[in-house]
Nanobody, 122 residues
Framework: QVQLVESGGGLVQAGGSLRLSCAAS????????MGWFRQAPGKEREFVAAISRSGGSTFNADSVKGRFTISRDNAKNTVYLQMNSLKPEDTAVYYCAAAYYSGSYAPQYDYWGQGTQVTVSS
């Protein structure tokens, strides 16, 4: 069992930055690949970024490439999402999730956090 708690969301103007954190507890954090997903009102949950267990491999959704960076610190049991050049369309609840293998498919993730709201004003 893995418990995930996101933090760092908030209100920011377009063009600004935020860094989300996801703290994990429970079973060995480094045993899991991690992902970030988001869900805007009235829309389906969508993939944002993922990182391998070691942190050596990452990939992002096309919509955030060049703006968002996923990273992890296995010593701190934490995964991060650095978000730069934010746009109003990035407004959503952001969720972190844990899986045995990294990917962009939500059902492959076994554990989810409760989400943190990110609102980007124009």
């Amino acid at each position: 069992q893995v418990q995930l708690v996101e933090s760092g969301g908030g209100l920011v103007q377009a063009g600004g930055s935020l860094r989300l954190s996801c703290a994990a507890s429970g079973r060995t954090f480094s045993s899991y690949a991690m992902g970030w997903f988001r869900q805007a009102p009235g829309k389906e949950r969508e993939f944002v970024a993922a990182i391998s267990r070691s942190g050596g491999s990452t990939f992002n959704a096309d919509s955030v490439k060049g703006r968002f960076t996923i990273s992890r610190d296995n010593a701190k049991n934490t995964v991060y999402l650095q978000m730069n050049s934010l746009k109003p369309e990035d407004t959503a609840v952001y969720y972190c999730a844990a899986a045995y293998y990294s990917g962009s498919y939500a059902p492959q993730y076994d554990y989810w956090g409760q989400g943190t709201q990110v609102t980007v004003s124009s």
